[in-house]
């Protein structure tokens, strides 16, 4: 029971809350979706399709790290869509705050394109390191350009992860230009990918993660699967492997464990507050490279 009645007590705030702009959050019933904690709107598209955040997890929870996992920013890269997804509809977790956007970039996934309905490819569109780029890489006509980037960047504002993991396809690899070394090893570790250098060939221009990086405390890291992962893996094998990541665990409505799981070691984020500098500590990076990736 004591789920449950952490469960109304966060409920409660957030039903209550006033609407500061466009997003709202409503409480689920436990029978929906078990996992769900909290909704949100966090904007819309540029066809008007709302891009949806779900809470899981057991926010407030003292220790446990706030993770953001995003899918379906490049619409053609649909497959780790089905890792949130799986999570966000299946058991109640525990030991993490997690939010997951499965769905982006929704007219570039309705659509199986890139880019967005614009044609702006949302993670060339970030006001870090931006540049004017054409073609797959269309960076916009200026720096948070998009709507999809501007909900985004407002939702990563207010929630301010300690860790955010940005799902792509196909370059099967977790990305090792990052701001922290040690989580990335953990990253590809639990989920059996290789690591390797998503610099874009150089630099990354207006990239979400670079935004994040820069601005924040918090990590953003790039993880790529391959072209084809398999359903099996998207849906049963990721989903647990990405708990395990963060210290997290599927469990029941008094903090039972699901037989089969355990609680893997928590990932704690007070290494966050080792942090002094924000990242990188070098100016941003002049236009130029290829952009063969991401
Ligand atoms: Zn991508």
Request: net charge positive.
């Amino acid at each position: 029971m004591r789920t449950l009645g952490l469960l109304v007590a966060l409920a409660l705030p957030l039903m209550s809350a006033p609407a500061a702009d466009s997003t709202t959050t409503v409480a689920r019933t436990a029978n929906d979706r078990p996992a769900v904690v909290g909704e949100r709107v966090i904007g819309h598209s540029v066809r008007g399709r709302p891009i949806t955040a779900w809470h899981l997890g057991e926010p407030g929870r003292p220790g446990a790290a706030r993770v953001l996992l995003i899918a379906g920013m490049h619409g053609n890269e649909g497959a780790p869509r089905g890792i949130l997804e799986a999570l966000r509809d299946g058991p109640v977790l525990q030991g993490v705050d997690l939010w997951v956007v499965p769905a982006y970039n929704p007219d570039g996934l309705a659509a199986h394109t890139r880019r967005n309905a614009h044609g702006v490819d949302l993670n060339r569109n970030y006001p870090y390191a931006w540049t004017d780029l054409d073609g797959s890489y269309e960076s916009g006509p200026g720096p948070a350009s998009e709507p999809e980037t501007r909900a985004m960047m407002r939702f990563l504002r207010r929630i301010r992860p300690h860790y955010i993991l940005s799902f792509h396809q196909p370059l099967n690899s977790v990305d090792t230009d990052t701001k922290d070394e040690r989580f990335a090893r953990r990253v590809a570790r639990y989920l059996h990918l290789p690591r390797s250098s998503l610099t874009c060939g150089g630099v990354c221009h207006g990239t979400m993660t670079g935004w994040y990086n820069h601005h924040f405390r918090g990590t953003a890291l790039t993880v790529e699967y391959g072209a084809h992962p398999g359903r099996v893996r998207m849906r049963r094998t990721a989903p647990t492997q990405v708990l395990g990541i963060f210290g997290a665990w599927r469990g029941r409505p008094g903090f039972e464990l699901v037989p089969g799981t355990q609680p893997e070691p928590a990932l704690a984020p007070s290494v966050l507050r080792r942090r002094a500098s924000p990242w990188p500590r070098t100016r941003p990076p002049r236009p130029g490279g290829r952009w063969s990736h991401r």
